[in-house]
């Protein structure tokens, strides 16, 4: 079966678009990369020779992954959906990435606004603000009903005069580092 994934746009991200732009440089001052010999055998002849770095594909993976294992969006289409039925890819591996003890891998799959298929973080983002806008009308009620004036230090504990004496009897702590203050018994 034949299908087509030849949509290029809108798989970059608006920021990556900031950071290349055409190259002010000679092809005689730049060598291709080693893995692109098959592509340019004598290397670069002429400027036109040079990769295109405004292509979203190639902003798409010179974005470095946050992760060790990560997967960059290649192709899309976004007018048809995929069929059932056999499909034959015609794949040119020209970076060796066992070099690094690397894999590589086709997903074909469908992303949401959410992201992939897994929505676990999209489901974690959903729900840490759900717990925090009910906090938040918590601790707004709460202000509401009994409010307390900021700066307030009758309500730090160790302010306030014990309500009784404990059977151990009085407390044998003191402070240090601050001058007597008046009422203070030495």
Same mark, same amino acid.
């Given at each position: 079966?034949?299908?087509?994934?030849?949509?290029?746009?809108?798989?970059?991200?608006?920021?990556?678009?900031?950071?290349?732009?055409?190259?002010?440089?000679?092809?005689?001052?730049?060598?291709?990369?080693?893995?692109?010999?098959?592509?340019?055998?004598?290397?670069?002849?002429?400027?036109?020779?040079?990769? @295109?770095?405004?292509?979203?594909?190639?902003?798409?993976?010179? *974005?470095?992954?946050?992760?060790?294992?990560?997967?960059?969006?290649?192709?899309?289409?976004?007018?048809?959906?995929?069929?059932?039925?056999?499909?034959?890819?015609?794949?040119? @591996?020209?970076?060796?990435?066992? $070099?690094?003890?690397?894999?590589?891998?086709?997903?074909?799959?469908?992303?949401?606004?959410?992201?992939?298929?897994?929505?676990?973080?999209?489901?974690?983002?959903?729900?840490?603000?759900?717990?925090?806008?009910?906090?938040?009308?918590?601790?707004?009620?709460?202000?509401?009903?009994?409010?307390?004036?900021?700066?307030?230090?009758?309500?730090?504990?160790?302010?306030?005069?014990?309500?009784?004496?404990? $059977?151990?009897?009085?407390?044998?702590?003191?402070?240090?580092?601050?001058?007597? *203050?008046?009422?203070?018994?030495?």
């Amino acid at each position: 079966m034949k299908y087509a994934m030849q949509n290029k746009t809108n798989i970059a991200w608006a920021s990556d678009a900031e950071l290349y732009g055409k190259t002010d440089y000679q092809p005689s001052d730049v060598a291709p990369p080693p893995n692109w010999g098959a592509r340019y055998p004598n290397g670069y002849q002429s400027i036109d020779d040079f990769p @295109d770095l405004t292509e979203p594909a190639f902003m798409v993976w010179m *974005r470095t992954a946050g992760l060790p294992e990560f997967s960059k969006l290649s192709r899309r289409n976004d007018t048809k959906a995929m069929s059932a039925g056999t499909y034959r890819l015609d794949i040119v @591996d020209r970076f060796p990435s066992h $070099a690094y003890g690397g894999t590589k891998s086709i997903i074909l799959t469908t992303r949401t606004v959410m992201g992939g298929r897994n929505p676990f973080l999209g489901i974690a983002y959903v729900v840490v603000g759900g717990v925090c806008i009910i906090l938040g009308a918590i601790f707004t009620v709460t202000h509401l009903i009994k409010p307390r004036k900021l700066g307030d230090h009758t309500y730090l504990s160790w302010n306030n005069a014990p309500a009784s004496k404990s $059977a151990a009897g009085p407390s044998t702590a003191t402070t240090t580092g601050r001058d007597m *203050r008046p009422g203070d018994v030495a």
